[in-house]
């Protein structure tokens, strides 16, 4: 899907909130991933977690024992091969002998590792490898202040200036007039194009690089009301990417 979503847009970054790590072989999945960067010409963001949903991993057999012990390990062959072109790994549950990444990609900086997680150990394995880190569903900043702290906690540990790592947030967006019996989420930013936009303000304030919006409901006519929020939130926010 990202590949073919690569192909036909232009400008707009592509990625995926986020891929289970475990479902696919680490050396695998980067030169899958080099190679939609390299379709897309530079604009795939690579989000990367544990997985959490027990039942996947039994319908399909994979191991759902030691998930972020297994996550470092194909972390370790995935940058590896990523960043330097080159691993030669074995590990308890993961290897890869010699492996070299052949092309590398179209950017001469490797593509950005996204890492999705809130416990200790994985906090630790974003202070340590990661570009971008992903927390979610939020619906409000306030929620997102805890989360932040236990970040922080784990940069210091790393020994890491929290300035070199993104902030990215997954949102819930709530469009009222244009619910028609959808389930709404716990917790959301919900109004009108002005009350999202301030919403979206407010994110920024607390240097959130990318807000990844789930939309309710999911139609085209909530999306031109996010895009006007964008629009408008831009207007007093310099700082507001697309």
Known sequence: MLAALAADTHRVEVGALVLALPFRNPAVLAKMAATVDEISGGRLILGVGTGWHEPEFEAFGIPFD????????????????????????????????????IPRGPRPGAIPILIAGK???????VARHADLWN?????????????????NDALALAGRDRS?????????????ELVAGEE???????????AIAEGLRRFAAV????????????????????????????????????
């Open 135 to 151: 927390t979610a569903w939020l619906g409000s900043v306030e929620e997102l202040a805890p989360r932040i702290a236990k970040l």
């Open 119 to 125: 416990g200790p150990r994985m906090l630790g394995l």
């Open 66 to 101: 030691h998930r972020v012990s297994r996550f470092n390990e194909a972390l370790t062959i995935l940058l590896g091969l990523l960043r330097d072109g080159h691993v030669d790994f074995a590990g308890t549950y993961h290897a890869a002998q010699d492996g070299e990444l």
């Open 207 to 242: 240097g959130v690089a990318h807000l990844i919006a789930s939309l309710t409901p999911a139609t085209p006519e909530a999306v031109r009301v996010l895009a006007r929020a964008v629009a408008l939130a831009r207007e007093g926010d310099a700082t507001l990417e697309s």
């Open 184 to 194: 709404l989420p716990r917790s959301a930013m919900s109004g009108d194009a002005s």
């Open 164 to 176: 070199t790592l993104g902030v990215t947030v997954g949102a819930n967006v709530v469009v009222p």
